[in-house]
């Protein structure tokens, strides 16, 4: 074939424009775009990947695809792509849609870029853990991120990689906190059933100071192991901490099941039996993601009521109040 029949035919490079670079891991790097079409901003992780890591790679697909709710990052869809200038005719991308039931590849791709596309978040649980947030914002995050989990476990799935980076929060226009999603499924893996709901995984995945003593032990895993990373980040999102420094240090103490001196007093007692409930060594020890909500919901009832500690959900009603205050003056000025 002469060189100019072959076209680099890219879906990716005609659907989208590319405006910055999200993040980069291991696997490849998150881009922010926009689709050229519908105008909406999208984040779009490409994973280059070998022919033989393809179930591997494709696992991350199969599995968020499956997942749709408020509280889980919104799948879109993927495609796999070759890299390499080749002919128009073998270039015809295979796609996967967010149709549970409709997740399949052909059977002779070649690509070897994966691209997914999903839903643009605004930043990390991570990073806005810094900022200075009242006790009621804390426990509406907990509730949220826990509401997300007990969905992801419904569907007999096991996250795996459950931390801080990989919760991710939507922002209003004044930058105020509306929505927590979870994501990052690319460690996810399925139970199989009522009766077998136990997982064999390679012990050496997930961040260290997050998996369950038996993630890096036997390896043999179940939904109780997401439990155990959802006590380290729940410990995050309730003890503030204003350096990465200092987060760091009190998740080592963490580890040896000793929490920080500023949680002494008795008034923690319910945050600390709490939390160490979560990182029980024995996984039936640790309770349920629904009794975890159960437990969250009972400690919000229980905590004083502030007028200058207004949970987030009560701030996109005052964005609406704001809103109409707005419209209502501007009727004046007409
Ligand atoms: N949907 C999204 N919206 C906004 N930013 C995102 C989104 N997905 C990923 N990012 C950004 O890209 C970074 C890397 O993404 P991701 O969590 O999928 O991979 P990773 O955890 O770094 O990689 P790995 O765990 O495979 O080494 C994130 O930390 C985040 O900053
Ligand atoms: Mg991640």
Redesign the pocket.
Known sequence: MELQDQIYYSRYKDDFEEIGK??????GR?MKCKHKLDDVEY?I?IIKFAENRRDEVVREVLKHAGLHHENI?RYHQARIEECEPKSDDDNKADSVSSNEDSVSFGSDIHGDSLYIQ????DG?LFEHLFKELGDKDRLWIAKKIVEGLCYIHEKKTIHR?LNT??I?ILKDARERVTKIKI??F?LAVSWKSDTDTKVQVKSSEGIDYYNAPEVVGTGLIDAKADIFSLGVILFEVLHPSSTNRERIENLIDLKGMKFPDDWKSDQYDHYKSFISKLLSKNPNDRPSAQEVLLQIQQIQDLSPSSELDEPVEGQEKQIQEGVEETRKSDLKNV
Not at 22 to 27: N, Q, T
Not at 118 to 121: A, G, I, T
């Open positions: 999200l993040g980069k891991g291991g696997f998150v984040a992780k990052v999903m839903e643009c978040c990390t990689d980076h990989n991710y994501g990052d690319g």
